[in-house]
């Protein structure tokens, strides 16, 4: 879509390494300063069924610079919700953007076409839903009647919880991911025979349960020099932030390690030691430069950090949060 919000979107959830994950609090409510576990169960969201929520905050509202998205003016973005509805065989998204000030975003409400997609401002938040299935009509009917609850996935948030949160593990965002029929086939939609193979796989054999992620950085992430950053090496190697993935199947541990083992060597992942946790590392193949990634195995539970330095990865991989 060639909207300004999805100008908009599109490098904040790009530059921010997102799918980070998301609450769009009503105007009037105060905004949680970090979204650990606890803090995000007190987030509103639309009162519907949700196989995505992303939510994108720092401590400081992130300054988007007015030529990333044609616009007249900067753009201070205080958070960024995305909402993903299933319904029957139909995916939608809905996105909740609350900026400093009612004024930025009427401007914004007012810059976007009719045509791009279903829009509505209330206060400093601007709401936009794609599509016009079953899923966006459900979303669209939430936000219209102002009809949002406490987002109350316990497993999600239990999925959440083991992630670490604090010091240096600061963290500017998280996504929590129930991977459902739709969901998944949503992205293989048009993939070839291999793409239906891997989607069966993922439904049958190894049963995803919940997935969840989080964005860190011990500073404020600085868009503009993340954007430069990848412009000038293709990669954010220089930079000190870093994604933590974690991916929860529904079977035992027994079952799921020599499948995730299996993949990984074929993946060629190497067999590591790092403080006494056995870890396998391998590379993230980009355009620019590859990014490391270190994959850890608790039973069940597989853990992904991925950051352009080394040592940075080790801190994440290092900080998860165990029984």
């Given at each position: 879509?060639?909207s ?9 959830l ?8 998301c609450s ?7 905004v949680p ?13 639309p ?9 994108i905050?720092q401590?400081?509202?992130?300054n988007i ?21 299933p319904?029957?065989?139909?995916f939608?998204f809905?996105?909740?953007?609350t900026l400093?000030?009612?004024?930025d975003?009427s ?10 997609g ?35 996935n ?10 670490p ?13 129930h ?6 086939g949503?992205?293989?939609k048009?993939?070839d025979a ?9 439904l ?15 500073q ?8 430069k ?19 929860k ?19 060629k ?16 193949p ?21 950051s352009?330095q ?7 991989i290092k ?5």
């Amino acid at each position: 879509m060639k909207s300004r919000l999805i100008r908009l979107l599109i490098p904040v959830l790009a530059l921010l390494l997102v799918m980070p994950v998301c609450s769009c609090e009503r105007a009037e409510k105060q905004v949680p300063a970090a979204p650990a576990a606890s803090e995000l169960s007190n987030t509103l969201v639309p009162n519907t069924n949700l196989d995505v929520y992303i939510y994108i905050k720092q401590e400081n509202p992130t300054n988007i610079p007015a030529e990333m998205i044609n616009a007249r003016n900067n753009i201070a973005v205080v958070s960024l919700a995305v909402w993903g509805v299933p319904a029957e065989n139909d995916f939608a998204f809905g996105f909740g953007l609350t900026l400093t000030n009612p004024s930025d975003a009427s401007n914004l409400y007012a810059a976007i076409p009719t045509k791009d997609g279903w829009k509505k401002v209330s206060g400093n938040t601007l709401y936009f839903v794609q599509g016009s299935g079953a899923a966006a009509e459900s979303l669209k009917a939430a936000i219209s009647r102002n009809d949002f609850k406490r987002y109350d996935n316990r497993k999600s948030l239990e999925a959440l919880a083991t992630l670490p949160s604090g010091g240096k593990n600061k963290v500017a965002g998280v996504a929590l991911i129930h991977p459902s029929k739709e969901l998944i086939g949503l992205f293989a939609k048009d993939a070839d025979a291999k793409g239906s193979q891997l989607r069966d796989m993922i439904l049958n054999v190894v049963r995803l349960d919940v997935i969840a992620a989080g964005l860190y950085s011990p500073q404020q992430i600085d868009i503009m020099k993340v954007r430069k950053a990848l412009e000038s090496s293709g990669t954010a190697r220089e930079l000190e932030m870093g994604l933590l993935i974690l991916v929860k199947s529904g079977l035992p541990g027994f079952a799921v390690e020599p499948i995730v083992k299996k993949f990984l060597t074929e993946s060629k992942f190497t067999e590591t030691n790092l403080g006494g946790l056995t870890l396998y590392q391998g590379t993230l193949p980009t355009k620019g430069e590859a990014i490391p990634v270190l994959v850890r195995i608790e039973s069940n539970r597989i853990f992904a950090a991925i950051s352009g330095q080394q040592s940075y990865a080790e801190t994440l991989i290092k900080s998860i949060k165990m029984e």
